[in-house]
């Protein structure tokens, strides 16, 4: 469907208003700069995924290869296990750490004394501010083979078990530590949702001899499903960049076969084996399918709740 084009009238109506409220555009100005800068700018050198990028010769010089490098992507044998890696990693990150704040939210909403709320919540809200790399220490003083997990199970008659050398332990490491950092942090917003919720909804809802469960579900689930539905879009549309960084730190020569993800096999053949044009190749096409599936969830969504990125 196209859109009538707008009339000189509405354009001069436009622009009257920008010019009323400049403060606020040029509030926004610092955030225009740096997507231009380091988002828009930089796209220019995706071509070097179809070329045979030389850092002597740049990249309008190189040879052009056309789709070489991601017909040796697709043909490799490594291609399948680096997809099922990252898609599995990626979809049990989600399963578990996307509704886990919006319970965790409804929980901390039900809490009647102030006190102990706010000291629930920055317990919760502090391992965010700890960074990857000393969340990966914390991993290995707890789940090394002399840590205090082993010990604990030692202690209790158990065999001691090689968290960080088993290959079936990597996704439970990643997951949970990601449950443990991020959904304090990840429940702000739907707290900020929940206490915005008009008190006599609530109110009502008792008169008419609602339990809380009731309220819950009929009261506040509705309220921050919207926001819910836009989160829910942004995270599959960005499924497959899940974290390079504690992929890479968890990473042992005895779990390399479940936790080899995308992100990292382009940091090994980009960085460390300088093939430049192969791993912008890999790391384009994983771009593609972030496109795909954010393009497809916000038309799903749209149709089935009428919420949705645009």
Known sequence: MTHPKPTRRQRRK??????????LYLFLLPTLVYFIVFHYIPMYGVQIAFR????????????????????????????????Y???????????LTFPTPIIVALMLNQLMFKRYKKFVQTV?????????????????VFFSN????????????????????????????????????????????????????????????????????????????????????????????????????????LQTPLNQNASEIIPTYVYKVGLQQAQYSFAAAVGLFNAMINLFLLWYVNRVAKRLSGSGLW
């Open 14 to 23: 436009r622009w009257k208003q920008i010019k009323q409220n400049w403060e």
């Open 52 to 83: 045979d990028y030389s850092p002597g010769l740049g990249i309008t010089r190189s040879p052009w290869v056309g789709l070489e490098h991601f017909i040796r992507f697709f043909e490799s044998y490594q291609f399948w296990d680096l997809m």
């Open 85 to 95: 890696n990252t898609f599995s990693l990626s979809a049990l990150q989600l399963i």
């Open 124 to 140: 919760i809200y502090a391992p965010h501010f700890i960074s990857v790399v000393v969340l990966v220490g914390m991993a290995y």
């Open 146 to 249: 002399n840590g205090l997990v082993n010990n604990l199970l030692m202690l209790v008659g158990m065999e001691p078990i090689s968290f960080l050398a088993e290959a079936s332990w990597f996704k439970p490491l990643y997951v949970g530590s990601s449950l443990w950092q991020e959904t304090g942090w990840a429940a702000i917003i739907y707290l900020a949702a929940l206490a915005a919720v008009n008190p006599e909804i609530h109110e009502a809802a008792i008169m008419d001899g609602a339990n809380k469960f009731q309220r819950i579900l009929h009261v506040d689930i509705p309220a921050i499903l919207p926001i819910a539905v836009i989160l829910l879009v942004l995270s599959v549309g960005n499924i497959m960049n899940i974290g390079f960084e504690k992929a890479y730190l």
